[in-house]
């Protein structure tokens, strides 16, 4: 790169990949959606995210803080079209990768599916490991049409690798789902109306976390109002402001990976992108 130029395929403020520090972040682009159910467009997430990345200052005025800390962008992962197994195993020898050089992975999807290869990595280096999941649908069916790999089966599997799960801004679940919640002992729900009502709550207990943290963004969590453009759009979801919280509450804690998953347009300047992006540089501003 030259000193007046930058490389808009890159997220903002990232750093060259010549010299990689230890403990930083890493991003990775994972342009896939092929289980997608109703609207499709999340292969096209990265790039539009990306783009709307430099919409913002390096001056992080919510947080009164700069963004200082050290990440890389290293492009998206070669996907299997079609195959949501095999585009798995990709993202989990990714993050694999990128763990084995002491770099934290920040997702962008793509479908969520992505998230089941980067738990699965994460969890094999921390014995206790608590999955933070915003999403306004819990994702925690056996099988959705018969697959088990699928943007709807996600944090089924998450849960069966042995992790604790925090869902938080759920608005829509089947009965089995609610089921399957309550035969457990290790899934903590915060629906949306908790959280709009009691955010207190859901602070205290995110700051009493004594685990290591893997946070999950689907962008529908938001809602729709601000981020229409995801694959499962969903009424009566959360603020940023309340995001905001929820992440500024995580800087206090040991947060060693993120995704931030679903948005679903082909459109430069789409506001679901800018959403996403800003939520990622929120993350870096904060999380270090
Ligand atoms: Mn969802």
Same mark, same amino acid.
């Given at each position: ?6 490389? &808009? ?19 990775? @682009? ?16 990265? !790039? ?18 700069? /963004? ?12 299997? +079209? @079609? ?7 990709? =993202?989990?020898?990714?993050? #694999? *990768?990128?763990? #084995?050089?002491?770099?934290? &992975? !920040? ?21 206790? /490991? ?6 306004? $649908? ?12 699928? $943007? ?6 998450? $849960? ?5 799960? =925090?869902? !938080? ?8 789902? *609610?089921?399957?919640? #309550? ?26 976390? #004594?685990? &290591?943290?893997?946070?999950? !963004? ?9 981020? &229409? $453009?995801? %694959?499962?759009?969903? +009424? %009566? @979801? ?17 947060? =060693?990976? /993120? ?14 992108? =800018? ?8 993350? /870096?501003?904060?999380?270090?």
């Amino acid at each position: 790169m030259l000193l007046n130029t930058y490389e &808009p395929w890159k997220f903002a403020f990232s750093a060259e990949t010549d010299n990689l520090e230890k403990n930083s972040f890493g991003i990775i @682009g994972v342009p896939f959606d092929s289980t997608t159910s109703y609207h499709s467009g999340a292969r096209l997430g990265p !790039i539009v995210v990306r783009e709307a990345s430099f919409g913002f200052e390096k001056y992080n005025t919510v947080f009164n803080k700069d /963004l200082t800390s050290v990440f890389y962008d290293f492009g998206d992962v070669n996907i299997v +079209p @079609g195959n949501c197994e095999a585009t798995c195993e990709i =993202v989990e020898s990714t993050v #694999n *990768e990128l763990l #084995n050089l002491s770099i934290k &992975p !920040i997702i962008i999807g793509g479908e969520h599916s992505a998230s089941i290869g980067a738990i699965k990595a994460i969890r094999e280096r921390y014995p206790k /490991l608590t999955v933070i999941h915003l999403d306004a $649908h819990r994702d925690l069916a056996f099988e959705f049409v018969g697959e088990k790999y699928s $943007h709807a089966t996600v944090m089924r599997r998450a $849960h069966e690798t042995g992790v604790d799960l =925090v869902q !938080i801004g759920i608005r829509s679940a089947s009965a089995d789902e *609610e089921e399957y919640v #309550n035969s457990t002992y290790n899934i903590k729900t915060f629906k949306n109306k908790a959280v709009h009502k009691h955010m207190d709550e859901l602070e205290y207990f995110l700051i009493n976390i #004594n685990t &290591p943290i893997y946070l999950s !963004i689907d962008m529908d969590v938001v809602d729709p109002a601000f981020a &229409p $453009h995801v %694959g499962n759009p969903t +009424p %009566g @979801g959360l603020f940023m402001s309340e995001i905001e919280t929820i992440i500024e509450a995580l800087s206090h804690k040991n947060v =060693v990976g /993120l995704d931030v998953v679903e948005t679903a347009s082909d459109r430069l300047g789409d506001n679901t992108a =800018v959403v996403a992006a800003k939520i990622i540089y929120d993350f /870096l501003t904060l999380i270090e």
